[in-house]
């Protein structure tokens, strides 16, 4: 495997299941992030990780919590989802630095999930 | 209220002539600019960055230019193909405010043979 992978690439789930989306970089990077992508809306940054700790949050609802146990992996973890969650999930990594050459962030090819 | 927007939802071109595509920011302590290119199915691919040090930045087809003083950049792909025919996005960052990308709508370039 190279680059960036993401599991399941399709999920569907009930407003009352508990799901976990899983990412994995095989790139060396020291830094991961989950994005949310909606219909008609630009990407949204949802969690960042550098050197395993979380260092953004932004203003995510509890219903999903990020999990790094190390710098290789990154789950999503999903319970009690509303149908308007149902969006492609991508996440990504990066190397960040001092140099500006390498803080460009790599994807993966995302998890399309649906809420019903 | 959108930091960064791509105010062009489409763009149509013809095979092996210019395409241009637009984006325009607000935030005047944005340094870093990147675009991305997007298949469907597919996550984005990096395409191309600028940092604000300079105005130009070329890579084989792709070009692209900042304007500072007007918070737009640009993309340039000479000559297109169809398989150029993607989502693009443009997102821009602070250097040294944890490399947060912002990223724009996304404009569909269609390359018509």
């Known amino acids: 495997e190279t680059g960036v992978t993401q599991t399941p690439r399709h999920l569907v789930m009930g407003m009352t299941n508990k799901k976990s989306l899983k990412c994995e970089q095989h790139l060396g990077h020291n830094a991961m992030y989950w994005y949310k992508q909606s219909a008609k809306k630009p990407l949204e940054l949802m969690f960042v990780?550098?050197?395993?700790?979380?260092?953004e949050n932004n203003s995510v609802p509890s219903r999903f919590s990020p999990e790094c146990p190390n710098s290789s992996h990154l789950f999503l973890h999903l319970h009690t989802l509303q149908p308007e969650d149902s969006a492609l999930y991508l996440c990504a990594s990066s190397q960040t630095g001092t140099s500006r050459s390498i803080d460009t962030q790599y994807f993966g090819p995302g998890t399309r999930l649906t809420v019903l | 209220d959108q930091q960064v927007k791509q105010n062009s939802p489409s763009l149509s071109v013809q095979e092996g002539r210019i395409s241009i595509l637009n984006c325009d920011y607000t935030?005047?302590?944005?340094?870093?600019f990147l675009w991305y290119k997007k298949y469907p199915a597919e996550g984005p691919t990096f395409l191309i960055s600028?940092?604000?040090?300079?105005d130009k930045n070329e890579d084989g087809r792709f070009t692209v230019f900042l304007n500072k003083s007007a918070k737009h950049l640009s993309l340039h792909i000479v000559p297109s193909q169809p398989g150029d025919s993607a989502v693009y996005f443009c997102a821009a960052s602070v250097r040294n405010a944890g490399n947060m990308l912002t990223f724009g709508g996304g404009t569909r370039l269609m390359v018509k043979p």
């Open positions: 990780y550098s050197l395993e700790e979380r260092v």
């Open positions: 600028i940092s604000s040090i300079k």
């Open positions: 935030n005047s302590m944005f340094d870093y």
